[in-house]
């Protein structure tokens, strides 16, 4: 799988700033719910030790409190805590089977544990409970892209989508459950990117452009959709297009790999090798582990004449374990 860095939705929906400001005192003591409030306010502020203690404080008035577990597991979540997440998350819902967000959060927690099957189950879950939120689609999405189910992801990319239109946001209630969908809102720019990398992966090429093209709309600086649409691009052979975007893209982001080895394939379709070895090598050197960038890089010299450096640069592609590498070792490198 290309070096991707799939978006997943985790904003949170969690009280306003006002809210948050006039709730930093309890006022009794007693109250779970007013911990529970002004945890929320804390996590809004990313000041995760405070709104874990609130939390905890809110289960010890109150331990057969699923919020409070559910809260306190999203805000471990945040911290890497994923062993801890996955505690709370399992008590929120062993207290409410019926709660649709716990069930959202597992599944991004089971996702970090690498529980792929486990993951899946419980955002099925939480869109059997709750229908309505288009990021639980996205993040199911995204997780079918990780499982090379591109078919699956578009039919959620489709349905993150189709709620797109429809959204409102009610700011008059402070919300206090927190986690990794909001129904209130969705960030078009990665829906319509998430839904554009499934179309690319089913070579889907001209609707994938068309989907990057309204990421873009969106989020004119989105790196990642700059060399995505250079991908589509390329396989169409449009590739001074495709040169186009990969520039983009590494303006936006010098550090960006993949930038160079698109760009380096558009390169290679204009016939011209020695740009190839330049931006191979540049993203080699950001990303050692490109197998294809060796692969590559190994055909620009055998095309420049260089048999040597070209069975190196196969032979550490097939090392990094690209099978495709073995072909030209074979054939040119005994």
């Known amino acids: 799988m290309k070096s991707l860095v799939l978006f997943i939705l985790l904003s949170s929906v969690i009280a306003s700033q006002s809210f948050a400001r006039d709730n930093r005192f309890i006022l009794n003591p007693d109250s779970a719910k007013e911990y529970m409030f002004r945890g929320v306010a804390f996590f809004k502020s990313a000041d995760y030790p405070h709104a874990i203690q609130d939390f905890t404080r809110a289960i010890e008035l109150k331990p057969n409190f699923p919020l409070a577990y559910n809260n306190r597991g999203f805000v471990k979540y945040c911290l890497n805590d994923f062993d801890g997440a996955l505690q709370d998350l399992n008590e929120a819902i062993r207290l409410n089977s019926h709660f649709a967000l716990a069930y959202s959060n597992r599944g991004e927690v089971k996702g970090k544990l690498n529980d792929l099957a486990a993951a899946v189950m419980d955002y099925n879950k939480s869109i059997e409970l709750n229908p309505n939120y288009a990021q639980v689609f996205n993040n199911r999405g995204a997780l079918k892209i990780t499982l090379k189910d591109y078919s699956g992801a578009l039919k959620d990319f489709n349905k993150a989508i189709e709620f797109v239109p429809f959204v409102l946001t009610d700011t008059t209630k402070p919300v206090i459950e927190i986690g990794n969908f909001i129904g209130t809102t969705i960030n078009y720019s990665v829906a319509y990117f998430n839904r554009g990398y499934a179309k690319l992966n089913l070579k889907d090429y001209h609707n994938a452009i068309e989907d990057f093209n309204k990421a873009l709309d969106l989020k004119p600086d989105y790196a990642e959709a700059f060399v995505r649409r250079g ?101 040119f490198c005994k």
């Not at 390169?267 to 011209?272: I, N």
């Open 231 to 331: 991908d589509a691009k390329n396989n169409l052979k449009e590739y001074n297009d495709a040169l186009l975007d990969y520039n983009k893209a590494v303006a936006i982001n010098p550090n960006f790999a993949d930038g160079y080895f698109g760009r380096g394939n558009s390169k290679c379709g204009l016939a011209d090798y020695k740009g190839v070895i330049q931006d191979c090598s540049k993203a080699i050197e950001l990303n050692p582990n490109i197998a294809a960038a060796y692969l590559n890089r190994g055909f620009a010299k055998q095309s420049l004449g260089d048999k040597d450096g070209a069975c190196l640069d196969w032979n550490k592609a097939l090392q990094l374990g690209l099978s495709e590498a073995a072909e030209p070792v074979n054939k």
